[in-house]
């Protein structure tokens, strides 16, 4: 949202991360160096929620300052504490959410060094790996980071992204068959979704898994859709539930079916990916 606005605001942070940590006195107390980044913490989320709820009125000049300060505040903290790994892993991901992916990265590290049982360095280092084109790599922080945290639902979505995303990587390296990859990323959408119950992006990526298996469970994917179609926020929503409905029961051959679930679908807007169903029933029913 804010890259055309913060050019120099990176520029900025990129001239300041690499001198940050040079070696400071004894270490604070645990609690006390706990309690400083809390604060920071606190300061970085309302910064952000700021920019955010400003959007396009942002005041750019003002954001860089602050954002600096943050900066500041973070370099403070880890000069007077050069082992406090939570303060790395904070600050690698502020720095990952301006947009500075490769200085986030060595600070990730760094906290990933002291600390092997973060799960959000863990996630932040796959998702570097996975932009990166190395999803190989990246699938072992992302395996990490479920571990670490197996309820976090975000990461288990993340893990089902790179799965289905680099499959061909995956099936490649000879580590992997088709039905392990599909099976992993599967699953890895579904405890998303049960995890998180009232993400509804989460439960519908978890019902269009199936169309990305090569052995897809049908009568499973059915339920699926049906249980999304009761969930709906909208009759929009709930008409597009249908049409997946109707979709798996052309693919189970059941036409007769598939086409009473399309005559509950009239909404205009619904009407072109209608009739591409209607057109595939014929065929279908004429088998």
Not at 57 to 62: E, F, K, Q, T, V
Not at 187 to 210: T, V
Request: charged content about 25%; aromatic content about 10%; proline content about 5%.
């Amino acid at each position: 949202m804010y890259k055309p606005r913060i050019t120099l605001l990176l520029a900025a942070l990129a001239a300041i991360a690499p001198a940050a940590f040079a070696s400071g006195d004894a270490a604070e107390p645990e609690t006390m160096a706990q309690h400083r980044l809390t604060q920071i913490e606190e300061h970085q989320k309302a910064l952000f929620a700021d920019a955010a709820a400003q959007g396009k009125a942002l005041d750019a000049s003002s954001f860089q300052s602050q954002v600096e300060q943050l900066t500041r505040e973070y370099e403070s903290l880890l000069r007077d504490n050069p082992k406090f790994a939570d303060g790395f892993a904070c600050y690698g991901y502020m720095l990952w959410k301006v947009g500075l992916r490769k200085q986030a990265v060595a600070i990730l590290l760094k906290a990933n060094e002291m600390d092997p049982n973060i799960p959000l360095v863990k996630n932040e280092l796959g998702n570097y790996l996975a932009e990166d084109g190395k999803p190989l790599q990246a699938v072992n922080y992302f395996l990490s980071a479920v571990k670490l945290k197996p309820k976090e639902p975000l990461y288990h979505y993340q893990l089902g992204t790179l799965l289905c995303e680099a499959r061909d990587d995956f099936l490649r390296s000879g580590e992997w068959t088709r039905d392990s990859v599909d099976h992993a990323m599967q699953e890895a959408f579904k405890s998303a979704a049960e995890l998180a119950p009232d993400r509804i992006e989460f439960a519908y990526r978890y019902a269009e898994s199936f169309y990305d298996m090569a052995d897809p469970d049908w009568p499973a994917a059915l339920k699926v859709w049906q249980g999304l179609e009761s969930k709906a926020q909208s009759e929009l929503e709930r008409q597009t539930m249908c049409l997946h409905q109707a979709n798996v029961l052309i693919y189970m051959g059941r036409a007769d079916q598939a086409r009473k679930v399309l005559d509950t679908v009239i909404l205009p807007a619904l009407d072109e990916q209608k009739q591409k169903l209607v057109a595939r029933i014929a065929p279908a029913s004429e088998k």
